[in-house]
């Protein structure tokens, strides 16, 4: 089992930053690929970032690359997501996961509970 459990969402205005936090645990987290979902009201879950403990880059959604930044703290068992110049269409809820893939399709398995994001125009 994994387990992961997001922080850091909030309301900002349009142009601001956020970032968010998502720690890992459980005996074998560090096998799999981490994602950064969103999900807002109406639409579907789609994936906006994702890396693996490993890498140094990670890839992005069109909708987010240049703004969005994915990135590791291995010895926090951590994975940030620095969200930069957001956009009102940013406004979802955030989901950290833990999947099969480095891929923006992950396959994910292990889902955290999820992060408002709110971004005011």
């Known amino acids: 089992q994994v387990q992961l459990v997001e922080s850091g969402g909030g309301s900002v205005q349009a142009g601001g930053s956020l970032r968010l936090s998502c720690a890992a645990s459980?005996?074998?987290?560090?096998?799999?690929?981490m994602a950064w979902f969103r999900q807002a009201p109406g639409k579907e879950r789609d994936a906006v970032a994702t890396?693996?403990?490993?890498?140094?880059?990670?890839l992005y959604a069109d909708s987010v690359k240049g703004r969005f930044t994915i990135s590791t703290d291995n010895a926090k068992n951590t994975v940030y997501l620095q969200m930069n110049s957001l956009k009102p269409e940013d406004t979802a809820i955030y989901y950290c996961?833990?999947?099969?893939?480095?891929?923006?399709?992950?396959?994910?398995?292990?889902w955290g509970q999820g992060t408002q994001v709110t971004v005011s125009s």
């Open positions: 996961a833990a999947g099969t893939r480095f891929s923006l399709d992950p396959s994910p398995i292990y």
């Open positions: 459980g005996r074998t987290f560090d096998r799999y690929a």
């Open positions: 890396i693996t403990w490993s890498s140094i880059r990670g």
